[in-house]
């Protein structure tokens, strides 16, 4: 006698949205000087090192985008006008944003300052269609912020993304799951997540232009070109995603990085902003609580060239001393730079929970360091104003490098934990 096969029930599919503020720094600034708008506005520091943080309509027509250098920008759109940032105000707007989402929904990922994921699966009921909800977040941030957004709508998170990409500026599109290939193998595959500039070069060299090209290209062939990253471009292709909202985010990386007054040459220089940074990224992991088992290194050239290295550790630290040693170690594996450099940032990867995966060091240098680096953490606490760091770095002022080579002072811009 054959067993009866049990039916298990059908999974509710998933109703996932994507929102977007757009041009959310220019918006924010128009709040307060709504006489602007209509016209070229870019949002930045007001010098000649930088970079577009956002750009308003009317000047991306003329070619302007984000993290472009402002000189740049000022070629392409001369007529633009450079607006100030105000950093604590769009996060404080931000905050504000995010507290409205989670009335719409409890499962909210804040991805950045102006984007989040919302799980809108169990809202259905209470607040009707994916349409509705979306049409819903859309009139009540312009009705409560007076701020314009994009909404895409999908069953996949990267689907969603895309949607609302597709989208912009101020609109919504939402993706039926009974129409979710359709939609994604129209799309060129440069729409795809992970394909930038160079793995767009690889497929196009193998005749792939298209996400439908992509999905009917052989498996071992993508990992021939492009490694693991191959075959899971080829998942995506086929809507393979089944990532979920998360509500908390485990941080992944801690990170710091300076861009030059002055594009630098002089090796020394970088070394000592390498020994800066190590020490602001490893007081981060202690605080936090975390260690890393990888260090990377990002330079970036006065042509904007930019290159990343990256090493990984045999046990879990919190050491400025081991941060600084393997990321200077990164920089003198490069060998002669081509160009002199305009960036310079170091990252601390891999993190986990201190006291989780820690494995305690057996060199006696690295733990008297990090005693000490614990009493500097200390004193911190206790004086916060007090200059606190390695000799090294405490320079009389007017000294220059003994190299004598193109100096550069950091501008004190701080990459943050993602």
């Not at 919190?318 to 060998?335: K, N, P």
Request: hydrophobic letters at 40%; a positive charge.
């Amino acid at each position: 006698m054959q067993a009866q096969r049990t039916r298990q029930p059908e999974r509710t599919p998933r109703v996932l949205a994507h929102v977007d503020m757009d041009a959310y720094f220019v918006e924010v600034e128009l709040l307060d000087r709504p006489e602007l708008r209509g016209r070229k506005l870019i949002v930045a520091q007001d010098s000649g090192r930088s970079v577009v943080l956002s750009a308003s309509y009317e000047a991306r027509a003329d070619g302007v985008r984000s993290a472009m250098p402002l000189a740049r920008a000022r070629q392409l759109s001369p007529q633009a006008l450079v607006l100030a940032p105000h950093q604590s105000r769009y996060r404080e707007i931000s905050q504000e944003i995010m507290t409205y989402f989670s009335t719409v929904t409890d499962t909210v990922e804040q991805l950045s300052v102006d984007e989040a994921f919302l799980d809108l699966t169990g809202a259905r009921r209470r607040l009707g269609s994916p349409a509705e909800i979306g049409a819903r977040i859309r009139r009540e941030i312009r009705e409560i912020f007076g701020l314009p957004c994009t909404v895409g709508i999908a069953d996949r998170k990267f689907i969603a993304k895309i949607a609302s990409t597709r989208a912009k500026p101020d609109g919504m599109l939402v993706v039926p799951p009974a129409r979710r290939l359709e939609f994604l193998h129209s799309l060129p595959v440069r729409a795809l997540w992970g394909v930038g500039g160079r793995t767009a070069e690889v497929l196009e060299g193998l005749g792939v232009t298209t996400v439908r090209q992509l999905a009917e290209t052989p498996e071992d062939l993508l990992r021939r070109r492009l490694g693991v990253a191959g075959a899971q471009l080829r998942r995506l292709a086929w809507g393979d995603d089944e990532r979920e909202v998360e509500t908390q985010r485990e941080e992944k990386s801690i990170g710091a990085e300076e861009t030059f007054a002055e594009d630098v040459s002089s090796t020394e220089t970088l070394h000592e902003e390498i020994l800066r940074l190590s020490h602001r990224i490893a007081a981060r992991l202690r605080a936090a609580g975390l260690s890393a088992q990888g260090v990377s290194l990002k330079l970036r050239y006065r042509d904007f060239e930019t290159l990343t290295r990256s090493t990984t550790l045999t046990h879990p630290t919190q050491s400025a001393l081991t941060i600084r040693t393997r990321a200077a170690g990164l920089l003198d594996r490069l060998g002669a730079r081509p160009q002199p450099v305009r960036l310079i940032g170091v990252r601390a990867e891999r993190l986990s929970r201190e006291g989780g995966a820690l494995q305690l060091s057996f060199d006696r240098a690295e733990t008297n360091w990090i005693d000490a680096e614990n009493v500097l953490d200390a004193v911190a606490r206790r004086f916060p104003g007090a200059a606190v760091g390695p000799a090294s770095l405490l320079r009389p002022e007017g000294r220059g490098s003994e190299e004598g080579t193109s100096q550069g002072t950091p501008s004190g811009r701080d990459a943050g934990t993602e």
